[in-house]
């Protein structure tokens, strides 16, 4: 046996769908039960549209051995992996934890632990006992069960790592680095939160720039802590302008082991917003004939400032002083709008298009939805206190539109309370008092108002939805002022037999489409969302869809990101203008899924690598975080303009990867202008320098490259181009053609 011993959990599960308390008894006869993997849900493996309880057992001899640990050797920790939703934990009948936490011996067995309005589904769970606890049988055989409840989606024991062993000095320390203050100034504490051990060793601060290499601080302490004592370090060091990451390290006394945490520093790259006014965001808008047209011009720079438009075709308005355009054009056609915005500073102009045909979102949609920000908890509070910080923070100068609330809105499905009025009419709850008030003042702001349903009946939260009232819904989203439907497959999937079958995923999306194109006075823009389980992408835009989920839902991970976005390259020949591919939200600033905040988990370079690979993709810029706790690097990274219309070029291609090589992918779109925007993504583990050969890219001659988040050129290049690039960062360019 190794020196540090671990008693592996991943084989040998056995499993139960459904509820009865009696299967944690230790005596339970599990023969007949089925064996499951515990490194994927019970959905991937026979289980497709399980929710709800089941069971999980293990037979399990936990040696004596263990005590002979390296010290401390206190307590036996059980490693249970991630969980999605909801567990409770038992061994040998006993209930010892759940969800995150122990319970006391006395807890009662009840169904509350799943009552929680957010779910830890990412986060592991890992619970422990004392070594003398007399309910661990030494040297001889435990069963452990746990007990699983699952909203949705997927569900059970997902992650693989589970086993049981005795703590390190390392579990006892917490390195916890400040989340405010400046970006070259930091506070980080150290905690020991044991009740009996002192830990002693050298902690070490370093801060280094990824792309040279270069150390701007490094220091050493000597640490002595007491069980409970915390002690904290502020240090200094030059402001970054480029990828810089602080590693804290810290080296036991007497141990062959150290704890490490890395932590990437925020650092600007879009240059400060001029004075003088800039006109930005999406030049080109279609809306039906004889439906209502609403257009804020977006434009940068000090206020006041005032609006003109030249041009506009009979039915149109533009009030001057907020640039809203809005109004209702009947007649078929192409409309070349001369924009202009004027301030004490300067002005500037540029042409919109205005297609009133057939097509709606003829460039990606950008916006805010509530769901990885408030999940269930949204009101209608926050929803328009999200719509005024896009104007008050300046995102809706830049071309930010949609404020989507999400699921959480409509009545719950097992509340007694009347889901519907007399007449059929969808109720809202408590939360949201009036909607077609919100939307009036959302639209007031210049801004779109987007909303959720599901084809079943209820949503993934088990909100009431349109199954059956179709017709009726699309009505009273109209009656709301809704510009925007998500429409999201969730319970749905139980009235299925097969949830990749595009034969029975068509109908449900085709039918609200119809409801939404009958005689509506309102054009509402169609997202489809299934998820990608039935290729989407290849019938979405035939049952209606403006855009379509291609997978399913992200979080702030960088393998989940990853995985995300630079997957189903496939689906990229059906996208374009009026018909996008969805890789979902942006997982920028403060997020959480709930009522429960934090800042996201991607580092600053996994950032700018999200933002840009979603504008290379021409994927829909939907935030999904707090917007009225924007700090400085957010705002910087979502206001770039010259990132931004590269997602919103009116060409409308998707790129795609042309190199990969050595962890280095080069992905590459064709724009409107006839120059190529490429993204060069390291998505290894360590920091890289690459040199990128044009003719790979189909360039001849010398060519003029832009850096396009610094806003600035870099010169001019004739075979290769050299670079650095920091783990799972990017270096996004344009280059210029000459043609």
């Given amino acids: 046996m190794n020196q540090y011993q671990k008693v592996n959990l991943d084989r040998a599960w056995k499993f139960k769908t459904g509820d009865n308390l009696k299967y944690s008894a230790p005596d339970f006869n599990d023969s007949d039960w089925e064996e499951i993997n515990v490194n994927q849900t019970w959905n991937k493996q026979g289980y497709k549209k399980y929710e709800g309880f089941a069971w999980y057992r293990i037979h399990v001899v936990i040696p004596a051995s263990l005590k002979k640990n390296p010290s401390p050797n206190d307590s036996l920790i059980f490693n249970l992996g991630k969980i999605d939703d909801f567990n409770q934990f038992f061994l040998n009948g006993q209930l010892v934890g759940e969800n995150l936490n122990n319970t006391t011996a006395d807890k009662k067995v009840t169904d509350d632990f799943k009552n929680l309005k957010e779910s830890y589904w990412d ?19 435990n069963v452990i069960a746990v007990r699983v409840f699952d909203w949705g989606v997927a569900g059970g024991i997902y992650s693989g790592g589970l086993n049981i062993t ?46 040279s290499d270069r150390k701007s601080y490094e220091r050493k302490f000597h640490v002595k802590m007491n069980p409970g004592e915390s002690k904290s370090f502020s240090f200094r060091f030059e402001k970054p302008h480029q990828s810089t990451t602080i590693k804290y390290m810290f080296d036991f006394d007497g141990e062959n082991y150290s704890s490490t945490l890395s932590e990437g520093v925020k650092y600007i790259l879009t240059p400060p917003e001029k004075e003088a006014p800039q006109i930005n965001g999406a030049l080109i808008y279609g809306e039906r004939p004889g439906k209502p047209l609403l257009y804020k011009i977006a434009a940068s720079g000090k206020r006041p400032m005032k609006f003109f438009a030249e041009g506009l075709p009979k039915g149109l308005a533009l009030d001057p002083e907020k640039g809203i355009i809005s109004g209702r054009v009947e007649r078929k056609g192409n409309y070349n709008v001369l924009l202009k915005a004027e301030n004490d500073s300067g002005f500037d102009s540029k042409t919109l298009e205005i297609v009133i045909g057939d097509k709606l979102l003829l460039t990606p949609p950008m916006g805010w939805n509530s769901w990885n920000c408030w999940g269930l908890s949204v009101s209608q509070q926050k929803v328009y206190d999200a719509a005024k910080s896009f104007v ?113 995923l068509v109908p449900p999306y085709k039918l609200m489409h119809k409801a939404l194109t009958n005689n509506l006075n309102r054009d509402i823009a169609y997202s489809i969302c299934e998820y990608g389980l039935g290729k989407v992408w290849e019938w979405g835009e035939k049952v209606g869809g403006q855009l379509w989920r291609t997978t399913g839902d992200i979080w702030d991970d960088w393998d989940r990101m990853y995985e995300i976005g630079f997957g189903n390259v496939e689906a990229a020949e059906f996208s374009g203008p009026g018909h996008w591919n969805d890789p979902d939200m942006l997982i920028v600033g403060w997020v959480g899924w709930g009522p429960n905040l934090h800042e996201t988990r991607l580092t600053p370079d996994e950032q700018y690598t999200h ?26 990274l979502i206001t770039n303009d010259e990132v931004i219309a590269i997602d919103q070029d009116k060409l409308g291609h998707e ?13 590459m779109k064709n724009l409107s202008d006839g120059n190529k925007a490429v993204g060069i993504f390291n998505v290894s583990a360590e920091n890289r320098n690459f040199t990128l050969p044009l003719a790979d890219l189909g360039f001849k001659d010398s060519v003029l490259i832009r850096d396009v988040w610094r806003e600035k050129n870099i010169g001019k290049f004739e075979r290769n181009y050299k670079t650095g690039i920091a783990s799972h960062g990017v270096q996004l360019i344009k280059i210029f053609t000459g043609k």
Avoid at 484 to 490: G, I, P, S
């Fill in 123 to 141: 986060v592991p769970r890992r619970y422990s006992l004392s070594i003398d606890n007399p309910l661990i049988k030494w040297d001889k055989e």
């Fill in 655 to 667: 790129a795609t990867p042309v190199i990969k090589k050595d962890s280095i992918e080069v992905w």
């Fill in 166 to 211: 005795t703590p390190k000095f390392s579990d006892y320390l917490k390195i916890i680095p400040a989340k405010d203050g400046a970006e070259n100034i930091r506070k980080v504490s150290l905690q020991n939160i044991s009740k009996s051990y002192e830990i002693k060793g050298d902690f070490t601060i370093e801060v280094l720039n990824n792309i």
């Fill in 392 to 504: 008050e923070s300046g995102l809706a100068n830049h071309g930010w539109t949609y404020i989507n609330v999400d699921d959480g809105w409509s009545i719950f499905g097992k509340s007694k309370e009347r889901k519907r009025k007399p007449n059929g009419e969808i109720r809202t709850n408590e939360k949201f008092p009036d909607m077609k008030k919100l939307g009036k003042d959302i639209h007031a702001l210049g801004l779109k108002f987007g909303i959720y349903s599901s084809p079943g009946p209820l949503t993934c939260g088990k909100y009431t939805a349109s199954y059956k009232h179709e017709f009726q819904d699309a009505k009273t989203f109209a009656k709301w002022g809704i510009d925007y439907l998500k429409y999201d497959l969730c319970t749905y999937r139980k009235l299925m037999k097969d949830v990749h079958s595009v034969k029975e």
């Fill in 611 to 636: 933002v840009s690979l979603w504008a290379l993709r021409s994927a829909p810029l939907l935030l999904g975080n707090d917007l009225t706790k924007l700090d400085e690097f957010t705002l910087n």
